[in-house]
């Protein structure tokens, strides 16, 4: 075969690539919306209806506790599928599994039975696992120079549904009433529907397979070599073996800790301090919208900049934002100003170290990787949480900020690490 005929099957290659990542993005980020307002709806009111059953507050935050731990819980079995079958039936998967979550709350909820209430939390907690593994859906067959890209607007696409789905909460209300039902389970009528709807999307138009087509050009580039579809095991070395593999999964967990340890008190502290209820959900609302609203710049300037660079600069805005809010005493202003560079910081941490993770690995260990790092995340983020409150009681809120602000000096380690074990191995653009 002659060079020109070379270069015009690659180019064939590409192209064909090319179109099923377009595909493939809009389809996630489709699914990312309609999936995002069953999250968003239901995180509104799940903590309320703990507190209605249990006639106690101090169950409350148990209901996104149970979330968190769900998200963990279902991190390594959605990530088994894909790695088996490919990120279509593992996504839509993760959906359906949600909606059954949704059903099995309004069923604990309507009967009184709490313990099967937290049971549909867990499963509901596979939205969110979900939601997370969708971005590394987007990265299957990204291009070096739109990864970042590709990756963030899928993030991104969530923005829409957090905003949107707390707003339903009084139509929600209003179907309830007519199934019967409390009006606090109205968002979780929504979630259920919300979440088949993501599921039958992403089964339906994720095709081709974005991971399937990246493994079969990767089977290809080595002449028809057959790739194995590795475990978990395999998956945790390579990922001991790469090490800007270690440096994104250490920013991942350590950016997802800093937020939620912070974030969790926050409403708690600014209670403390007189806020009214609409002033602590506005904060909230600006958080959210720091950690997804600007997603699409950050996996620009990932993309132009570098990865390292990127969740290094993540670091530093984590740090900013716990002096901020550290110092901010009971001033709303002060501490809005830090929660948005909270939420801020995580993004830039999550996109730039998602996008290294997912470049740093072959594709047959990716799957196993992701779902390892997700694991780690929300565990993470479920210990800090759990913690937190704990903090907050014994030295404050500028303690809290502190102790949480550490949390970013491993990171910063491990890059020095990392950096300069690539430079020895003769990859310095790996910065």
Known sequence: MSTLEESAADRAVRDRAAHIQRRAVATLMLSQVVGGVGMGTALAVGGLIAERLTGSQSWSGLAVTMITLGAALFALPLAAIAARRGRRPGLSTGWFVAALGALVVIAGAHIGVFPLFLLGMVLFGAGTATNLQSRYAAADLATERRRGRDLSVVVWATTIGSVAGPNLTGPGAAVAVRLGLMPLLGPFVFAAVVFVAAGLLTLVLLRPDPLVTAREMAAGADQGAARPKRGFGAALRAIGRTPMAVLAVTTIVASHAVMVAVMTMTPV???????????????????????????????????????????????????????????????SALVATGLVLLGLGWSFGLVSASTLLAESLDVADRPGAQGLSDLAMN????????????????????GLNGLAALLTLPVVAVAVWAVARERTAGRPSAW
């Open 269 to 331: 502290h600014m209670a403390h301090g007189g806020a009214e209820l609409t002033v602590i959900g506005l904060t909230i609302s600006l958080h959210i919208a720091g950690m997804f609203a600007l997603s699409p710049v950050v996996g620009w300037l990932a993309d132009r900049f570098g990865r390292v660079r990127t969740l290094l600069a993540g670091q530093g805005i984590l740090i900013v934002s716990a002096v901020v809010s550290g110092m901010a005493g009971h001033s």
């Open 379 to 398: 565990l993470g983020g479920a210990g800090c949480g759990a913690l937190s409150g704990v903090v907050l009681a014994a030295i404050g809120f500028g």
